[in-house]
């Protein structure tokens, strides 16, 4: 973690100034890919005052020569508004920290499940996409935001833990873990929160990597005993032929577990849990 961050003020604007040079043209076509070095990293500033975000925005405005409607400056721009928005979100509806905004979904049959949630905190769940944020969150303190939307609609939805379960672990391993964005995004990716993600729009692991993760660099790093398998079955390690396995020292339920949960039947419990509240029609995407 000391080799990721340096706090206080200086390394903030180090940070944005190199952000600014070097990533912020392309942004927009980088910031979901967990495998480059797309994004930003203020968060963790932002967080501790180190840096205020009318300082991001001035020097933003000044980087691009006001031209904010830019492809990149404006999807950087639409960011800090998110993050400003749950300040607002949370200062009008402080319950939001551990009550859901939407009401309905105070009564939602969450199953909790103490083995699979310490599976998924561990980063031992079997899906090398939630498995590789899971652990770059234990080792860094922070997390790809793509990767964030993953692992948290894995959690409340496949594996139909309470968001609050995953908004408390984040608070307790992120060093941008903020009172407003924290559970304002938890709530989003519950379906619970304001301009929410429907619940029913169930984040698939295998095709969401094969998409932002595309060579499973990614996962190569912090997955290391996935390594050497090839890209087609980085994703899904289980529909490898054992000869590769065996060739490159995958041994299912040894060296890395098989999948905690099916995917199928994870997205039918969800939605079947949600027909109490409303009539879903599924999505994966």
Known sequence: MRDQWTPGAAGAL???????????TAYADTRDRPD???TSALSPHLRFGEISPRQIWAALDQACAGDLAARGPESFSRELGWREFSYHLLFHQPQISHRPLRSQFENFPWQ?????????QRGQTGYPIIDAGMRQLWHTGWMHNRVRMLVG??????LLQPWQAGEEWFWDTLVDADPASNPA?????AGCGADAAPYFRIFN????????DPDGDYVRRWVPELRELPSAFIHKPWEAPLLVLRATGVSLDQ???????ELSFGRDRALAALKSLSSPQAESV
Do not use: C, M, N
């Open 205 to 212: 692991p295998v095709l969401q990597g094969e998409k932002f």
């Open 112 to 120: 909790p499940d103490a083995e699979a949630l310490r599976a998924w």
């Open 36 to 38: 480059l070095s797309g």
């Open 14 to 24: 180090a940070r944005l100034d190199d952000f600014l040079a070097a990533r912020l």
């Open 153 to 158: 609609s894995f959690l409340v939805k496949h």
């Open 185 to 189: 995004s938890w709530q989003w990716v």
């Open 255 to 261: 060296t890395y577990p098989r999948p905690l949960i």
